[in-house]
């Protein structure tokens, strides 16, 4: 059975900084075929923000490009977002997600964690 787990969201003004982390249990994150962050904000479609697929190639979503990286930790099996300058329209809950990259892209990964809440204050 696969989970993803995920911790860090909070509370903060804008360009501070967070670290998002998900621990999976299921799958390997080091060699699945993506795995990474996808968001939803209220009222907004889901957005993938970064993933990583099992080469190690990362990917980003324009509006987080310079600011958010995505990482992984193979030993540990978890995958990290590092978020920095964070800006009001970065609010939302952030979902670990894993899947085919074409799904994982779409918005609708085959595995997704129950998400943390991130919010940013101006």
């Known amino acids: 059975q696969v989970q993803l787990v995920e911790s860090g969201g909070g509370s903060v003004q804008a360009e501070g900084s967070l670290r998002l982390s998900c621990a999976a249990s299921?799958?390997?994150?080091?060699?699945?075929?993506?795995s990474g962050w996808i968001r939803q904000a209220p009222g907004k479609e889901r957005e993938a923000v970064a993933h990583?697929?099992?080469?190690?190639?990362?990917t980003y979503a324009d509006s987080v490009k310079g600011r958010f990286t995505i990482s992984k930790d193979n030993a540990e099996n978890t995958l990290y977002l590092d978020m920095n300058s964070l800006k009001p329209e970065d609010t939302a809950i952030y979902y670990c997600a894993a899947g085919p990259c074409g799904n994982f892209l779409a918005g609708s990964p085959n595995y997704r964690g129950q998400g943390t809440q991130v919010t940013v204050s101006s």
């Open positions: 990583i697929n099992w080469v190690g190639v990362t």
């Open positions: 299921g799958l390997t994150v080091s060699s699945y075929i993506c």
